[in-house]
Structure formats: C-alpha cells, structure tokens
C-alpha cells in the first residue's frame, strides 16, 4: 500500500511536463505549423529558471523567465517558418539544437546547484499524512493541479469558440480560411507563441518544482516524448491528459522501485517510457492518416495559392 501512495503521489510531477508540452504542440499544429522544438526549448525554459532562483529570485519569477526564455526562440522559430517560410522540420531541429547547445554552454557554471522550488500543498495545507488521500494532495504543487484544468481549457477554447474555429482551419484549409477573413501568418505565429510558453512552463517546472537543481541534459528526451504524445492524443488536448498520465505513470514507475530497493533491471526500466513511445508511434502509423492529424500540417500557405 505505501508503494502504491508514494507511486500515486508523484505521477502528476511526471505527468505534468508532458501535458503542458503536448498541449502547446497541439495548437501549434492545429493552426498548421510542425513543431518539433519542444526538447530545445524545455531545455532554455528549465536552464533559465533554474539561474533565475539560483541569483536570488522568486521561484514563480523563475518559472516566468523560463517561459520567457522559450518564448524568444519560438519567436525566431515562427518568424522563420510563418514569415519567411523555412522548412518546418529543418527549423524545428534547429531550434532543438540551439536550446541543448546554448544550454550546455551558458548553464555550466550552474550544475548541481541546488535550490529552493515551488512549495507543495502539504506546505501549505493542513493535510493529514496518516490519510493515503491527504499524503497525495500533500505532494502535489499548484502547477500540477493547474495543467489538466488547462489542457481542458485549451481544448473547450479549441472546439467551442469562433477563436478556436479560426485555428483550426488555419491548419485545415489556409485559403479558404483566409477568404473568410483568417490572418493565417497572425493565427500561426500566435500559436508557435504559446507552444513556446508552455514547453518553457514545462521545462521550468522540471528544474523549479520538481528537481530544485539544474543539469545538462535533464530534459531528457521529454520534448520528443510530448511529439509522441500530440500523435497519441489525435490532437486533441483533452486526450493528451490520458496520455499524459500513461507517459507518467510508466516515468515514475523507475524511481519508486529504486526506493523500496527492488531488484529490477534499472537501465532496462528507464528504457520503458521511451519504448512505450515507439510502441505507440508503431501503433498509430498503423491507423495511417486521417486519425485527426490537420490536414495542411506542415504544409507552406502563400496567399496566390488560393482559389
């Protein structure tokens, strides 16, 4: 039973970063634009929290500095891709290259620095411990409650309001969105914007709440893991939540069998969230095209194409 609390207990701090990235991801890619930057910019958005505590600051001030950080590299990233119409993949492995690049460079000095992170709730709430529900709640941080109520945000706005339409048919059928009236450059680069701040959110969030220490490479393959995920979901945030929590559960698997002293095949089960990911892309390119993916995702709109 205490295995299974304490595995219960920090499923949301692996689940969250996930989520926040793949929901961003997912409305990059409804408005058209292939984003595969999410390892770079988490990277930069857990880097620059990380030397913002470490300086002084609040950890809140650092969360909001390493989605800032993330959010300047979108920038470049959509100017090049929506403005000046570059390659989307090419320019996404760009920008994961840049992130991991400028990261190992300008965070060295920085490495196993430890810090203080984001307070949990059983800091701030009078939670009994001797209640398996209050020792949950207890380890949870107010970002980690927040991002499923996000992630369902996103998807009501996506589906339910006119913004939302717009978006979507951005990545559905550029000219005829913009006969309607869609600024298709607008809507994308806005879109590339706030995948940019929820993979910085995401990145922060693994140095500022959940590892209190920044090292090179601590990502760690989540960026690519939440690409998977976006397939998954069927580009659907709401779906990300389930997915999110699958990627998650099999993450935090490792370290809780590391606590009780299992004797497991540690190097094997840190393999297992990376397998499930391949296992899924295998089985999702089984169903082929058509299994929600926009139908102009990657695609270059100029305004003489349309008809």
Same mark, same amino acid.
């Given at each position: 039973?205490?295995?299974? @609390?304490?595995?219960?207990?920090?499923?949301?701090?692996?689940?969250?970063?996930?989520?926040?990235?793949?929901?961003?991801? @997912?409305?990059?890619?409804?408005?058209?634009? =292939?984003?595969?930057?999410?390892?770079?910019?988490?990277?930069l958005?857990?880097?620059?929290?990380?030397?913002?505590?470490?300086?002084g600051?609040?950890?809140?001030?650092?969360?909001?500095?390493?989605?800032?950080a993330?959010?300047?590299?979108? =920038?470049?990233?959509? =100017?090049?891709?929506?403005?000046?119409?570059?390659?989307?993949?090419?320019?996404?492995?760009?920008?994961?290259?840049?992130?991991?690049?400028?990261?190992?460079?300008?965070?060295?000095?920085?490495?196993?620095?430890?810090?203080?992170?984001l307070?949990?709730?059983?800091?701030?709430?009078?939670?009994?411990?001797?209640?398996p529900?209050?020792?949950?709640?207890?380890?949870?941080?107010?970002?980690?409650?927040?991002?499923?109520?996000?992630?369902?945000?996103?998807?009501?706005?996506?589906?339910?309001?006119?913004?939302?339409?717009?978006?979507?048919?951005?990545?559905?059928?550029?000219?005829?969105?913009?006969?309607?009236?869609?600024?298709?450059?607008?809507?994308?680069?806005?879109?590339?914007?706030?995948?940019?701040?929820?993979?910085?959110?995401?990145?922060?969030?693994?140095?500022?709440?959940?590892?209190?220490?920044?090292?090179?490479?601590?990502?760690?393959?989540?960026?690519?893991?939440?690409?998977?995920?976006?397939?998954?979901?069927?580009?659907?945030?709401?779906?990300a939540?389930?997915?999110?929590?699958?990627?998650?559960?099999?993450?935090?698997?490792?370290?809780?069998?590391?606590?009780?002293?299992?004797?497991?095949?540690?190097?094997?089960?840190?393999?297992?969230?990376?397998?499930?990911?391949?296992?899924?892309?295998?089985l999702?390119?089984?169903?082929?095209?058509?299994?929600?993916?926009?139908?102009?995702?990657?695609?270059?709109? =100029?305004?003489?194409?349309?008809?």
């Open positions: 039973m205490d295995f299974l @609390i304490g595995w219960l207990a920090i499923i949301p701090s692996y689940t969250t970063p996930l989520l926040l990235a793949s929901v961003g991801l @997912i409305l990059s890619e409804r408005a058209g634009v =292939l984003n595969l930057g999410a390892e770079g910019m988490m990277a958005g857990a880097m620059t929290a990380a030397i913002t505590v470490l300086a600051h609040d950890p809140w001030m650092g969360i909001a500095a390493g989605a800032a993330a959010v300047a590299v979108s =920038l470049l990233f959509g =100017l090049a891709v929506v403005v000046f119409r570059a390659d989307q993949t090419l320019a996404g492995l760009a920008v994961v290259a840049i992130g991991l690049g400028v990261t190992g460079t300008v965070g060295r000095p920085y490495v196993q620095q430890t810090f203080g992170g307070p949990k709730l059983g800091d701030l709430l009078a939670l009994d411990p001797a209640n529900l209050g020792r949950i709640i207890a380890a949870q941080d107010v970002i980690s409650l927040a991002a499923p109520i996000l992630a369902l945000a996103a998807w009501w706005w996506l589906m339910k309001t006119q913004a939302g339409l717009r978006l979507r048919a951005a990545g559905e059928n550029p000219a005829a969105a913009d006969v309607a009236g869609v600024d298709i450059q607008l809507t994308q680069l806005a879109a590339v914007l706030f995948a940019g701040l929820m993979c910085g959110l995401a990145g922060a969030y693994l140095s500022v709440a959940t590892s209190h220490v920044w090292v090179e490479n601590m990502v760690a393959a989540r960026g690519w893991i939440a690409v998977a995920l976006v397939i998954l979901a069927k580009w659907s945030p709401a779906r939540v389930i997915g999110a929590m699958l990627f998650g559960s099999a993450d935090a698997l490792v370290p809780r069998l590391q606590a009780i002293g299992a004797d497991v095949p540690v190097y094997l089960m840190m393999m297992l969230p990376y397998a499930l990911t391949l296992f899924v892309l295998f999702t390119s089984l169903s082929g095209r058509g299994s929600g993916e926009p139908a102009s995702l990657g695609a270059v709109y =100029l305004r003489q194409d349309k008809h």
